[in-house]
């Protein structure tokens, strides 16, 4: 793909658009970068690029700039259908991602993980997988390092490319063709960016679009929506499936051990006893990631060691602390319905569960079981508070309180746990009503029980 002189428009002054633009000002292209935020809220991507030549719009769009471009080069969290993109669709002008512009210029095998939830610690498991096998590897994508920063560097870094990939990536792709490409899952997420499920869980299949025979699929056979897509649209790949029931090739979950099958025989296992990874989504996880890491050379004794190493991440059943017998524990990143259904599913014990934020049109109703079974006392917060209580009212076995800030829900908390019960955080919600992001919120969890004393 040559740049050299060509108008490229890059969308988004965040970290993905800081990279592409880099990476196109070094191999000659003319570059504008625009915003919608004003240039005082983005200080630090523009003195990121300070000394190369790019001129900057910021304080919204114009529609200009995109009729007269070559290439307009999206970062992941700006809607492809954003009206002002018209010009350029109109005129057959390419539009696609940060992550298509890079798998053009990478050579090495890429294996990418996509997936409503627990994309990031696949990601970074089959990373430490192929680590720990002696690999070389890359990992980032629409986790840590763009994929762009990696494909702007001297060649020859990894033997394996490790990236995790959003549905808002996968929304422009066209080449992009990973050599193993991973489904984890498909439920009910950013429906306030797509039109409905459906559209949703196709832009998730497009990791599969350009996928041909020597390539691997990785897919979740016990996902309803993802055997669903897998009758309708079946990729050109071979298939590995994943499951709690037999399965001809793929791999067999048990409740303390993975089994690798080829041709309905089991050939090698892997044990999950000093695993730090609790829950049966985590176990699905580890399928997904042993099936992966041996499509790219990972060893047996690798894969293991991985596993036994691997403690998990940040804000993803976290514990935290532990006051007057009650653990608390950050599950922060679980920013929809099906994460905390899963979360819940781990704990044996009654959960003081806090919930809320800002609501991307999930369902509450549907973790009314769960919350039977698992939640003596709910504690709602944030935008959605009103719309949880609605959704949840005589579900938890001892009701729901509201609270209005994470300080208030972490102290009610407390005062309706007993010893040996768990207050999670599990919020069904994205954090952007009160908070930048899901880690800060979860820090802010970290500090209000830190603050208990």
């Given at each position: 793909m040559n740049l050299r002189h060509k108008q490229v428009v890059v969308v988004g002054l965040g970290k993905s658009g800081v990279a592409a633009a880099r990476f196109l000002v070094r191999r000659e292209a003319q570059v504008t970068v625009t915003d919608r935020a004003p240039a005082e809220s983005l200080a630090a991507p523009i003195a990121a690029l300070k000394g190369l030549d790019v001129e900057l719009k910021l304080g919204g769009h114009d529609s200009q700039d995109f009729s007269n471009a070559d290439l307009v080069v999206l970062s992941p969290g700006v809607p492809h259908t954003m009206p002002v993109l018209e010009p350029a669709w109109a005129r057959g002008i390419p539009v696609i991602g940060e992550m298509e512009l890079a798998s053009r210029f990478v050579r090495e095998p890429i294996l990418a993980v996509t997936g409503t939830n627990g994309k990031t610690t696949t990601t970074e498991l089959i990373g430490e997988m192929l680590k720990k096998s002696g690999k070389r590897v890359f990992v980032g994508g629409n986790i840590g390092t763009p994929l762009i920063a990696y494909a702007d560097e001297p060649r020859d870094q990894a033997d394996v490319v490790?990236?995790?990939?959003?549905?808002?990536?996968?929304?422009?792709?066209?080449?992009?063709?990973?050599?193993?490409?991973?489904?984890?899952?498909?439920?009910?997420?950013?429906?306030?960016?797509?039109?409905?499920?459906?559209?949703?869980?196709?832009?998730?299949?497009?990791?599969?679009?350009?996928?041909?025979?020597?390539?691997?699929?990785?897919?979740?056979?016990?996902?309803?929506?993802?055997?669903?897509?897998?009758?309708?649209?079946?990729?050109?790949?071979?298939?590995?499936?994943?499951?709690?029931?037999?399965?001809?090739?793929?791999?067999?979950?048990?409740?303390?051990?993975?089994?690798?099958?080829?041709?309905?025989?089991?050939?090698?296992?892997?044990?999950?006893?000093?695993?730090?990874?609790?829950?049966?989504?985590?176990?699905?996880?580890?399928?997904?990631?042993?099936?992966?890491?041996?499509?790219?050379?990972?060893?047996?004794?690798?894969?293991?060691?991985?596993?036994?190493?691997?403690?998990?991440?940040?804000?993803?059943?976290?514990?935290?602390?532990?006051?007057?017998?009650?653990?608390?524990?950050?599950?922060?990143?679980?920013?929809?319905?099906?994460?905390?259904?899963?979360?819940?599913?781990?704990?044996?014990?009654?959960?003081?569960?806090?919930?809320?934020?800002?609501?991307?049109?999930?369902?509450?109703?549907?973790?009314?079981?769960?919350?039977?079974?698992?939640?003596?006392?709910?504690?709602?917060?944030g935008e959605a508070r009103d719309e949880i209580v609605t959704a949840l009212a005589g579900d938890p076995k001892k009701g729901i309180v509201e609270a209005g800030s994470m300080q208030a829900a972490v102290e009610k908390a407390l005062e309706k746990a007993e010893p040996g019960d768990t207050v999670l955080l599990s919020p069904a919600c994205s954090s952007f009503d009160m908070f930048e992001n899901y880690a800060q919120r979860g820090e802010r969890f970290r500090q209000a029980v830190e603050m208990l004393g």
């Amino acid at each position: 793909m040559n740049l050299r002189h060509k108008q490229v428009v890059v969308v988004g002054l965040g970290k993905s658009g800081v990279a592409a633009a880099r990476f196109l000002v070094r191999r000659e292209a003319q570059v504008t970068v625009t915003d919608r935020a004003p240039a005082e809220s983005l200080a630090a991507p523009i003195a990121a690029l300070k000394g190369l030549d790019v001129e900057l719009k910021l304080g919204g769009h114009d529609s200009q700039d995109f009729s007269n471009a070559d290439l307009v080069v999206l970062s992941p969290g700006v809607p492809h259908t954003m009206p002002v993109l018209e010009p350029a669709w109109a005129r057959g002008i390419p539009v696609i991602g940060e992550m298509e512009l890079a798998s053009r210029f990478v050579r090495e095998p890429i294996l990418a993980v996509t997936g409503t939830n627990g994309k990031t610690t696949t990601t970074e498991l089959i990373g430490e997988m192929l680590k720990k096998s002696g690999k070389r590897v890359f990992v980032g994508g629409n986790i840590g390092t763009p994929l762009i920063a990696y494909a702007d560097e001297p060649r020859d870094q990894a033997d394996v490319v490790v990236v995790e990939v959003s549905s808002f990536q996968l929304d422009t792709v066209l080449y992009f063709r990973p050599a193993t490409a991973v489904m984890l899952n498909i439920s009910d997420d950013h429906l306030d960016r797509y039109a409905s499920f459906n559209a949703y869980a196709e832009s998730k299949w497009r990791i599969f679009a350009n996928q041909q025979a020597n390539d691997a699929a990785v897919l979740n056979k016990m996902d309803a929506t993802v055997v669903a897509m897998l009758d309708k649209h079946r990729p050109e790949s071979r298939c590995l499936l994943f499951s709690e029931r037999a399965v001809v090739k793929g791999a067999k979950i048990l409740r303390d051990r993975i089994l690798m099958v080829n041709g309905g025989r089991e050939h090698s296992s892997f044990s999950m006893e000093k695993s730090g990874l609790i829950g049966p989504h985590n176990r699905e996880n580890v399928a997904a990631a042993c099936l992966a890491a041996r499509e790219h050379g990972a060893t047996d004794a690798g894969i293991q060691q991985a596993i036994d190493d691997f403690k998990g991440l940040p804000h993803r059943l976290e514990t935290v602390g532990e006051v007057r017998g009650v653990r608390f524990v950050n599950d922060s990143k679980a920013t929809n319905v099906d994460a905390v259904n899963r979360a819940l599913e781990c704990f044996d014990r009654p959960v003081i569960l806090i919930m809320g934020g800002r609501n991307k049109k999930g369902d509450f109703t549907l973790l009314k079981s769960r919350v039977r079974e698992h939640v003596k006392t709910l504690v709602a917060m944030g935008e959605a508070r009103d719309e949880i209580v609605t959704a949840l009212a005589g579900d938890p076995k001892k009701g729901i309180v509201e609270a209005g800030s994470m300080q208030a829900a972490v102290e009610k908390a407390l005062e309706k746990a007993e010893p040996g019960d768990t207050v999670l955080l599990s919020p069904a919600c994205s954090s952007f009503d009160m908070f930048e992001n899901y880690a800060q919120r979860g820090e802010r969890f970290r500090q209000a029980v830190e603050m208990l004393g």
